[in-house]
């Protein structure tokens, strides 16, 4: 059974501070790995997507990357600001037989000081 | 842009009280999601379909069902609702990998 945990629980950063959040999962055999961001009381919004063929994914300031072999995926935001306070999470889909499911971290909580 | 829309934000009802969930999604997409979070949790997958009338269990599908008579609607539903069904509903729908959520519904059993 796929796990997927995320450490840390929660960040605190000032503005401007490059950072890095992290994602691991127990079963390397996923069909793709996949960040989100939640603010409060919302749902989640995907932020990117990385294949199991990839390596990374750029979306502006965000960079995901992918290595399946260690079990491992970061996020990395450039020069934070205020507005990425939320918690991100990392999701899995598996590439067997059930492989419409994710399964979730328990998510990074962000907080980007002004 | 993916549009999922959730009927209700914010839901109060009382245990025993039959409850639906509404999600519609625009775009045509054959797989949506049901899912719950709750603190120290994380969200976790109640039922899913994959086309109209096919649906399959989740990993909480207890105390749940589900209908999909269309294409863009997905329904959850509470037969009785019980306090330890208190908690926020996600819904999404996906195509090709990617999952789109809705806004989410905060539904309070009493």
């Known amino acids: 059974k796929q796990e997927v945990t995320q450490i840390p629980a929660a960040l605190s950063v000032p503005e401007g501070e490059n950072l890095v959040l992290n994602c691991s999962f127990t079963d390397s055999a996923i069909y793709n790995l996949q960040w989100f961001r939640q603010d409060p009381g919302k749902g989640l919004t995907s932020l990117l997507l990385?294949?199991?063929?990839?390596r990374e994914q750029t979306s502006g300031r965000l960079n995901a990357s992918l290595d399946k072999s260690s079990g491992r995926s970061t996020l990395y935001i450039a020069a934070s600001q205020p507005g990425d306070s939320a918690t991100y999470l990392c999701a899995a889909r598996g590439s067997g037989g059930s492989n419409y499911k994710l399964t979730f971290g328990k998510g990074t909580l962000l907080t980007v000081n002004p | 842009d993916v549009k999922v829309t959730q009927s209700s934000r914010y839901l109060v009802k009382r245990t025993g009280e039959k409850v639906f969930l509404e999600c519609v999604q625009d775009?045509?997409?054959?797989?949506m999601f049901w899912y719950r979070q709750d603190p120290g949790l994380g969200l976790r997958l109640i039922y899913f379909?994959?086309?109209?009338?096919?649906?399959e269990k989740g990993d909480i599908p207890e105390g749940y069902s589900v209908s999909r008579e269309k294409k863009e609607r997905f329904s959850l539903i509470l037969e009785s609702a019980s306090t330890n069904q208190t908690s926020m509903y996600l819904c999404?729908?996906?195509?090709?990998?990617?999952?789109?959520f809705g806004a989410g519904t905060r539904l309070s059993v009493l």
């Open positions: 775009m045509d997409h054959e797989n």
């Open positions: 999404a729908s996906s195509l090709w990998g990617v999952q789109y």
């Open positions: 379909s994959y086309d109209v009338k096919m649906k």
């Open positions: 990385i294949q199991s063929s990839q």
